[in-house]
Each structure stands twice: as structure tokens, then as C-alpha cells.
């Protein structure tokens, strides 16, 4: 089964982007996944294909209109399409690594780039928009959000990375960071391999990568080691 994704956006031409090439783009090439872009401007409803207009109430920059938008996102998601709506936001609930793993078991999404100083509010709440943020930063719209959403989810399809158990031991899924990895040569301006990955105790190895795990965690992200222990009941 195909996951479908669609990118409302004035800037059709981004697409794919990075995510036509490595592992996104081989499983795009495969039909593992597909991907559309509609361009919000070819829903304006006057000549000059308008999409914005001033704030009400005053204050800077533009806002994307209401209409223009419902009308493009009705034409690619209409009634009865059973992939969630996002819009790209810095105001949007956390992308995480749970929501993606949920993603990439649905039918796909649609995905609406915003630009300007923000969306009308009212094509938000009439269409069902999830607003998402990537990031507590503000970028110039949503396209490269979007891409980092895409690129997050269809690695996580089947078939798309080589070994299954490589998505399953990255940071967050387990609610710490990732241990740290090491490979050949044995020895490098002489740094050496940690003895114990040498041993060839599995056991051992996995108590070391476990202990590597919480201790980045604790050291570089301490709101999600708070979680973690919270959740172990620590």
C-alpha cells in the first residue's frame, strides 16, 4: 500500500527536493510513497491570483486568506479523505518521534506550507488543521518543515531502510538518546574502540549501550531524562 502525501504550497518547485534522493527517493522512485504538490496560488479567486491580504486589526506583513486556501485544500483533500491535515507552524504541537511512527502507519498526509505573517484562523478550525512545529524557531514558510516531516515518516515505512531493527534503537524510541557508535579502524589518532564492543558479550555490550544511552541523555537532553524516569518510575 502506497503512503500519499500532499504539499499545498506556493512554491511547488521545491518539491522533492532532498527527499527525491538516498532512501526517500529510491522508495519514491519505488512506490513505496508518493507525493503531490498543489500550488495555493491556482485557488485565487481575482486575475492577479492573490493569496493574502492585511491583517485585521492592523500589525505587519500579510496573512493567507481563508478562502483561497480552503478552496485548495478542498480540491486535493476533499470530504471523506482519511489523511490527517497539518499545517506547518512554530506555534503547532512538537513533531516527535511517536507521532511519526503513528504517520507512517496511516494512509499518508496533507501537509499545507504556510508563508506570510501567519493563516487565517478560520480556514484552520473549518478545515480540521493539526497545526505542527518542528522546531521552537520561525523559518521563512513551511516547505522545509514539511520535508523534515516526510523525510522522518517514510524512512519508517517497509522496506525502506535496510535492517528493521536500525528505526527501532535510534534516539527517542525509547525515550533516551542514542548510544554512541564506532567502527573501523580499531584505532584512530589514537582514540581506540571502547574494549567491551570488542568482546563479544552481547550482554555486556547492551548493559554498556544502555548506560551510554542515559548518561547522554542526562548530560545533553535533561527534560527528556526527567520523562524517562518518570515513566520507569525511577
Known amino acids: ?44 479567486l481575482d486575475k492577479h491570483r492573490s493569496v493574502d491580504d492585511t491583517p485585521a486589526g492592523g500589525g505587519p506583513g500579510m496573512v493567507m486568506r481563508a478562502d483561497v486556501l480552503a478552496r485548495a485544500i478542498d480540491a486535493v483533500a476533499p470530504e471523506g479523505d482519511p489523511r490527517p491535515k497539518f499545517l506547518m507552524s512554530p506555534r503547532g504541537r512538537p513533531l516527535t518521534q511517536g ?25 484552520i478550525e473549518a478545515r480540521g488543521l493539526t497545526e505542527l512545529s518542528v522546531g521552537d524557531y520561525v523559518l ?30 535510534e534516539s527517542f524510541e525509547t525515550g533516551l538518546l542514542e548510544y554512541p557508535h564506532y567502527t ?17 558479550h552481547h ?21 527528556l531524562w526527567a520523562r524517562h524516569r518518570g515513566r520507569d518510575g525511577d
Open 1 to 44: 500500500m502506497t503512503w500519499n502525501a500532499t504539499v499545498l504550497t506556493l512554491y511547488p518547485e521545491m518539491f522533492p527536493g532532498p527527499l527525491g534522493v538516498s532512501l526517500a527517493g529510491r522508495a519514491l522512485e519505488a512506490g513505496t510513497w508518493s507525493l503531490m504538490t498543489e500550488q495555493i496560488r491556482d485557488h485565487a
Open 99 to 123: 507521532l511519526v511512527r503513528d504517520l507512517s502507519s496511516g494512509p499518508g498526509a496533507v501537509l499545507v506550507c504556510g508563508r506570510f505573517e501567519g493563516v487565517d484562523e478560520r480556514v
Open 140 to 169: 521563512s514558510g513551511g516547505e522545509v518543515a514539511a520535508m523534515v516531516v516526510l523525510d522522518a515518516v517514510v524512512r519508517l515505512l517497509p522496506g525502506v531502510m535496510g535492517a528493521e531493527a536500525s528505526g527501532t534503537e
Open 184 to 200: 573501523r579502524p580499531a584505532e584512530w589518532e589514537g582514540r581506540t574502540i571502547p574494549e567491551v564492543l570488542s568482546s563479544g
Open 203 to 223: 550482554g555486556r555490550i547492551e548493559a554498556w549501550r544502555r548506560d551510554e544511552a542515559e548518561r547522554l541523555t542526562r548530560e545533553r537532553r535533561p527534560d
